[in-house]
Nanobody
Framework: EVQLVESGGGLVQPGGTLRLTCAAS????????MKWYRQAPGMGRELVAA??????????KYSDSVKGRFTISRDDAQSTVDLQMSNLKPEDTAVYYC?????????????????WGQGTQVTVSS
């Protein structure tokens, strides 16, 4: 069973730092692109950062709103993906979710399914 468990959220002052971690299990982590999304109150879910598998080059991408402040990284030995957040702003306040796509084959049909963690709250406020 695929499981994604986020941790590391909390309350931080503007300009501060936080490191989020997503622990993954139930699939071959090293073969999969991993993503961090966030959702602020009343808003849609926004892709924040993504990292491909190292086999695909370990390429990263970021939303314009976090570029230069956030860094995504992965540890395939630990099956974890981190999001290092610095120079945090009040507009970064949101629930942050870990995401990946895994092929599932329930009954003779295979398809890529989205999996999500439960989310971790990040609040940036003085």
């Amino acid at each position: 069973e695929v499981q994604l468990v986020e941790s590391g959220g909390g309350l931080v002052q503007p300009g501060g730092t936080l490191r989020l971690t997503c622990a993954a299990s139930g699939f071959t982590f090293s073969n999969h692109e991993m993503k961090w999304y966030r959702q602020a109150p009343g808003m849609g879910r926004e892709l924040v950062a993504a990292i491909t598998s190292f086999g695909a080059g370990g390429r990263t991408k970021y939303s314009d709103s976090v570029k230069g402040r956030f860094t995504i990284s992965r540890d395939d030995a630990q099956s974890t993906v981190d999001l290092q957040m610095s120079n945090l702003k009040p507009e970064d306040t949101a629930v942050y979710y870990c995401n990946t796509e895994v092929e599932v084959c329930p009954v003779n049909v295979c398809y890529d399914r989205d999996f999500w963690g439960q989310g971790t709250q990040v609040t940036v406020s003085s």
